[in-house]
Nanobody, 114 residues
Framework: QVQLVESGGGLVQAGGSLRLSCAAT??????MGWYRQAPGKQRELVAD???????NYADSVKGRFTISRDNAKDTVDLQMNSLTPEDTAVYYC??????????WGQGTQVTVSS
């Protein structure tokens, strides 16, 4: 199956930045993106990007986060700026193959201190 390897999580002060990266073990994925889940909350979409480069962002991160991908390498990055404690969550890389199946990374913790 497709494996997604995430990196870049960690601790950061409010107002700081982090860059998350995800590398897939296959190529030409239909859609890649990032979800996050905080304790006691549902997993929610943060941002995604399709093969053609169309992006989609949650309202809460618009203007602060930027998603990008390299189709040739099947990597997706999430640049997170102006972080706030509300961004604290486990962030999961997501990929959907052309056949419709979806895959998830193991998750990486992002903690933003006030």
């Amino acid at each position: 199956q497709v494996q997604l390897v995430e990196s870049g999580g960690g601790l950061v002060q409010a107002g700081g930045s982090l860059r998350l990266s995800c590398a897939a073990t296959t190529f030409s994925l239909k859609t890649m993106g990032w979800y996050r889940q905080a304790p006691g909350k549902q997993r929610e979409l943060v941002a995604d990007i399709n093969f053609g480069g169309r992006t989609n962002y949650a309202d809460s991160v618009k203007g602060r986060f930027t998603i990008s991908r390299d189709n040739a390498k099947d990597t997706v990055d999430l640049q997170m700026n102006s972080l706030t404690p509300e961004d604290t969550a486990v962030y999961y890389c997501y990929a959907q193959v052309w056949g419709g199946d979806a895959y998830w990374g193991q998750g990486t913790q992002v903690t933003v201190s006030s």
